[in-house]
């Protein structure tokens, strides 16, 4: 069995493969102990970074996303598998180790950075460029729906088409017959004039001793075997019968449990506590205060927390005490009044004449929108594992970032990233909320002062009042309309941008158009809320649209139709939504019909939202969704995506609202941050569209459309135009009682 | 000392009577398929069975269930395989972060021994305490009418995307 060293592993796999195409070549030497442990028996051989072919001619496929629900996972080895030309029944993943090699570029190039795909033409010639500027930007982030349009695409693809490549010159060199007589299938490689076949795995050896390809050949859609087929997910069995280890079942031998309490107002200090007995209550270990936060270790989290609740903590004042949601909003548009009066706005689009078309316009309709803050509110509440001894920690925990974490812990410890090494876990759901470290450095931190291995366990109550919030977000805008129902113009303006750059803007063909925006900023912390800005702009601008509309008395889908004539996928999309929702049909009193279109993360979803109102409750029936993300890899994981996107974005349309009432969180618990359950999921209906365009993303789209097309049709059943989230806030029985005065 | 008799094995346990059933079976027990989703009753994600009943473990002292039977999510496949509520969730392919799923489950398992073929009534009834938040409600439901109407399907690995 050779052995190789990091030297080797570095200049054969990410120097001369960027990551991308060529891996890690097996070198008489030394291991490389970051990822000697994924070769696991002496006749394995890890011929690129991505694959390795195992003596039983096992492949298994290292992915580097991680796995919060999505089932990017599995998606990911088909494209590895298909490009490969191996057999799926051969096929095994696992997740890359946050280590630098599997940094992926891709996406912090695509979504960090904002919103750009990466030209084609820079795939063949990155030879290493990619590798090396990701490894500088120590992201390993699984988010912005880019496993598969980013890693799929611009990694798996590649790495299993040139792992083919390898394996046919290796055997070509091995038979004497010239690769051009060889094919690959079903992972064995097949000799055409002979008929001679043998497993990949007999030439996985030689293979690894050739150069790879830097420019594999890829197949074509005709050609996909495993590519488009719905596979059993390779992570379903161990979660339905409770042997999945998430972050949270993480158990280091002799660890301690902490429960934490951070500071209700964002940014406060513990400045003292009164222990009231907490440190001589049953199993405790320690009180260690963190600054932000104050936890207690104990001997089992029960005992951890009950101490918790006995400790009097005395916070510093940051100024913020005083803030509430409503004078944040206050302040926010005030802010965008202000920012009107002196121009003093970022442009995000600025198209034709605005201001001209606002004074010859015959019609002017206005009209301002909210959204409150969000919580994620994941099944599995935040936490981790650390052990810090002897200069070295080890954390254990679900992430979005891995290699981001390792990096942040190494920060706050004051140590080397080589350090730490950061043990993943599967994630009871992310949503954007496991992409920011926090916990698991709290859990470092505790760890390093209590001496032993710490499991660090949020309440649900810590989780909802110390996230990283979806922003709230006023949004404001005309348009101006002429008699003969042009849209003339469009304007727009609202406060607080991340990404993606492109959110707030519209498909539709208006010759003038002005997007703006302002910062107004909060004392609240923000982060990536699935969907990010686009969570909120769907909602916006897909209302407004539809308040145009009536105001020039047209069909919402008709106008949407109109104004998208330039747009075939945008019109596909939107048709086979109203045609499979039955759009036009005429609906009984109380009932109402929505539609929405948004572009989002390469993929373009319609969502066609039946709603009935009923004694004063609004109960959302049916949605219709049809998706065109160019080309689904796994459609059932495609329909999967859809349907999770949209109760989640439902759950925050009917009920998510979190309240700032004394500079902190009011909600704290499923009780008053209540989610979707059951009894008021809809049906949904999943059209998935393969146009052939470049590959979408398929995690999030889902998410924006489903607010305004609620909101569309809430207006058509009760003639109530819905400007604030949620809808919960709304009294519809006034609608009710009027609908049974009429009928 | 308490005593716990949890999937048919007596365990004694050195705890506090008041901690809740939840702790005991994860850190004591080391069963970790029950999960900690919420901590007051309104998740549903640690869920188990008491004398066949679905409870949430997060509010139920330990010892308030001494001298019971307690069935986790490790305790209902049989040698013989998986529970047929745990193949129809695999056949629906349920599960996406699956953290859950073990809660699910155990009020479905529950569910259907008591309303062997329910109807979408029953469901709502019987699921609306466990909280998905990858909202997977619509295969949950069809996984359980699966079960009920004896159609535990087994999931075609061919099938093909249609535009």
Redesign the interface.
Known sequence: MGKWTRRAVISTGVIAGGGLVVGVALRPGHRAPDIAHLVTSDDEQLINAWVKIGGDNHITAIVAHSE????AQTALTQMLADELDAR?QDMSFIEAPAEDEYANWALGKGFVIGGVDIPQSLVPTVDGLFMQVTSAMHLQITGGSASVRATGVYGMRIAGAAARELLIKAAAAQWEVPESELTAKHSQIIHSGSGRQADFSEFAAAAAQFKPSRTPRLKSVEDFEIM??????H????????????G??A?VPDMM?AAIQGAPVFGAQALEFNANGADQS?GVLQIVNLGEAVAVVAD????ASQALKMIDITWSKTGSEGLDSEKLFAQFERDLQAAKQSGDATDDVSSGDVEAAFERADKVVEANYRVPFLAH?????MNATARVDNNKCEVWAGSQNPLGFKYEIADALEMDASQVTFHQH??????GRRGTSDVAVQAARIAKVAGVPVKL?W??EEDIRHDVYRPAVASQFRAALSDQGDVLAWENMFHEKHEPDEAPNIPYDITSKSIQHIESLTHVPFGPWRSVDHSQHGFFTESFFDEVAQAVDKDPYELRRALLSDKPRHLAVLDRAAKEAGWGEKLAAGRGRGISLQQSFGSIVAQVVDVSVNQGSVKVDRVVCVIDLG??VS??GVR?QM??????G??AALYGDINIVDGAVKQS???DYQ?????E?P??ETH???SGAAWGGAGEPGTPGIAPALANAVYQATGTRVRQLPLSNYDFSYQFVEEEEVS | MITLRVNGEEHQLDVDPSMPLLWAIREKLKLTGTKFGCGIAQCGACTVHLNGQPIRSCVTPVSAVMGGDVTTIEGISSSDGLHSVQQAWIDEQVAQCGYCQSGQIMSAVALLRQTPNPSDEDIDQAMSGNICRCGMYGRIRSAIKNVGQGVVQTYDPQETAHG
């Open positions: 919060m629900g999505q089932g799926w488009g087929r719905s596979v059993a997910r992570d379903i069995p161990s979660k339905v019968d409770g042997t999945a280890v998430f949270i079942d158990d449990y049953t089992g989290y029960w005992n509110a994941c099944m599995e509440p599967t994630m009871g759901g992310g949503f366990i309440s649900r080309f689904a459609p059932d999967a349907e999770s996107g949209i109760i989640y439902l759950s618990n499923f009780h989610v979707v359950r059951m009894r999921a049906v949904i998935i569209i393969n």
